[in-house]
């Protein structure tokens, strides 16, 4: 099993910057991918930005450009640093991690940003 701890989000103005991190309570190469999801009220759960065990990253369209998704393997962690807030970034950010034993969620933090 694996245990995910989020922390880092919060309230910032349009244009600021926020980073999320999550704690992984096992080595990070050994989960197929780690990344961020997130969901507005009434929407679905989109995926924000992933990044594999080889290091390969994706990102959504919404957030290329703005977002960066890396990683501490001595600390097992994974951090979304998210530049040129934008009032529709406002949601719950959920740390996801996919492995051969299956796909784990952290808690969620909130982000919210003013316009």
């Known amino acids: 099993q694996v245990q995910l701890v989020e922390s880092g989000g919060g309230l910032v103005q349009a244009g600021g910057s926020l980073r999320l991190s999550c704690a992984a309570s096992?080595?990070?190469?050994?989960?197929?991918?780690m990344g961020w999801h997130r969901q507005a009220p009434g929407k679905q759960r989109e995926l924000v930005a992933r990044?594999?065990?080889?290091?390969?990253?994706f990102y959504a369209d919404s957030v290329q450009g703005r977002f960066t998704i890396s990683r501490d393997i001595a600390k097992n962690t994974v951090y979304l640093q998210m530049n040129s807030l934008k009032p529709e970034d406002t949601t719950v950010y959920y740390c996801?991690?996919?492995?051969?034993?299956?796909?784990?969620w952290g808690q969620g933090t909130q982000v919210t940003v003013s316009s």
């Open positions: 996801y991690a996919l492995t051969v034993w299956g796909n784990y």
């Open positions: 096992r080595s990070i190469l050994s989960i197929n991918a």
């Open positions: 990044v594999t065990s080889g290091g390969s990253t």
